[in-house]
């Protein structure tokens, strides 16, 4: 760990302007997971697993036991309510192994290797008390590491992402298919269980590389060449989509680029997050806000950063983080646009849907839906530069600060400099008082 440094104090409304620095990995940091309030993990390319106090940057444990690249983490917390919560994290490798770590005494508590490929997915589920493992097959898995039941190969390409749904349902993203399993109980009174395919959806025209969750009525998916799908979560049909990001025309007040054809790695939707309004979407050099309600993007900024974005992540407040290949960590806030007097709809418009000059209600009912219809912009309120080389994903610890990893093999905490200051403060003036060096008036 290398003593504090900070960043420039221009950026008025960063709070991150201290950085500590975390060294230990010897290869790319891919993955951060929160522990509790105040312990992560971070784990990556040279298999090995790191604990550490978000606080204070202390290296807590250094978990070893995979050979080759971890593929994926989890935490899995204990939720018996009989004994003593214990936070356990479960990892997966290229080694084609999964282990089970305690992340209190940093011991490994169970290992399996009866895997046929690599996992590329873990997901637990709660409310059943299981885990999943995604990979050319779909397993499942109780506390004990008892394999429960697993689907039939799939494909060599495997499962890439999961996510829960209501009634005991789970959605795999296969290649450009979504596949939607349903777990269930043995009804023979035995503690077999049974995953069965209920529904295959093929509405995207490519890989899909991001699946999440947005309430236990909706989930959305985003592709390689730039779809964004929202589909209903208990019927899995298909609410809305957005298949333009890249297209000028349907985000006008943005300055078109001038280009001969847009390659898929500046379309494709890298990460999706949401929260109960809205879902932000990592799509080639740019973040987009798409309204669930309105169904249309609200907000964009097109070139949020000089290479593709990796991470997104809505704070609690308006903010927005989002970190990037070109190595930065940036801090945007969502704010509602000055209303111009809306202009008249064309009625060409109305024409390619049918509706014509005859029925004007329509025309007006739309027109006073633009009116109303509140305008948004992305505005760049912190940029974090620390990082070499790219970063893939970060954590938010509210006021312990914002964790990132990288290519790099570096972690960095992005600590509020003010914040920080008063702790040193505080520190001292105990540490004199207790030394007597300091008389304490009432």
């Known amino acids: 760990k290398s003593s504090v440094q900070t ?24 993955f951060l997971v929160q522990i509790d ?11 090995i697993v790191f604990l550490w106090n978000a606080q204070t940057g202390e290296k807590l444990f250094e978990l070893h036991g995979h050979t080759h690249k971890i593929t994926a983490i989890a935490p899995f917390s204990s939720s018996d309510v009989s004994e003593e919560k214990t936070h356990l994290i479960i990892t997966a490798s290229a080694d084609r192994t999964v282990i089970v770590w305690d992340c209190t005494s940093g011991r490994q508590v169970q ?17 059943l008390d299981v885990w999943l493992s995604g990979g050319s097959d779909l397993c499942v898995w109780n506390r004990k590491l008892d394999l429960l039941c697993k689907t039939s190969h799939l494909t060599d390409a495997g499962i890439s992402a999961l996510a829960e749904l209501p009634k005991n349902c789970v959605a795999a993203a296969v290649g450009k298919e979504l596949i939607i399993f349903r ?21 995207h025209q ?17 592709s390689h060449v730039g779809e964004l799908i929202v589909w209903d979560a208990l019927d899995w049909t298909k609410q809305a989509s957005e298949c333009n990001f890249w297209d000028s025309s349907v985000h006008p007040d943005v300055q078109p680029e001038i280009k001969l054809s847009q390659s898929p790695n500046e379309t494709s939707v890298q990460h999706l997050t949401c929260d109960e309004e809205c879902v932000f979407a990592a799509v080639g050099k740019g973040i987009y806000v798409y309204n669930l309600q309105m169904k249309r993007v609200i907000a964009c900024q097109r070139t949020a950063h000089d290479s593709s974005v990796l991470h997104i992540e809505k704070l609690p407040n308006r903010q927005l983080i989002s970190c990037s290949e070109d190595g930065s960590v940036r801090i945007w806030e969502l704010r ?19 509706f014509g000059r005859a029925n004007k209600q329509a025309n007006q009912a739309a027109k006073k839906m633009q009116e109303n219809a509140p305008m948004y912009f992305l ?20 006021e312990l600060g914002l964790a990132t990893c990288s290519a790099d093999h ?9 914040r920080e200051s008063s702790l040193r403060s505080l520190t001292l003036f105990q540490k004199l008082a207790q030394n007597g060096d300091l008389e304490l008036k009432l």
């Open 379 to 398: 505005e760049l309120v912190g940029d974090l530069i620390g990082h070499s080389s790219a970063v893939q994903m970060f954590l938010y610890f509210g």
């Open 37 to 47: 309030d105040c312990r992560f993990a971070s784990a990556g390319d040279d298999g």
């Open 206 to 222: 490519d890989n899909i590389l991001s699946l999440v969750s947005v309430n236990d009525l909706t989930f959305a998916t985003g």
């Open 7 to 30: 960043i420039g104090e221009e950026q008025i409304q960063n709070p991150y302007t201290e950085l500590l620095v975390l060294k230990g990995h010897q290869d790319i940091v891919r």
């Open 183 to 203: 777990l269930s109980a043995s009804n023979n009174g035995s503690e077999g269980w049974n995953v069965l395919e209920v529904k295959r959806l093929v509405d």
């Open 111 to 127: 290992k399996v290797s009866c895997f046929h490929s690599t996992v590329k997915c873990l997901t637990v589920l709660q409310r």
């Open 410 to 418: 570096l972690i960095i905490l992005w600590k509020d400099g003010e």
């Open 336 to 354: 509602e646009k000055q209303q111009l007097p809306a202009e008249p709809v064309p009625t060409g418009f109305f024409n390619m849907w049918g």
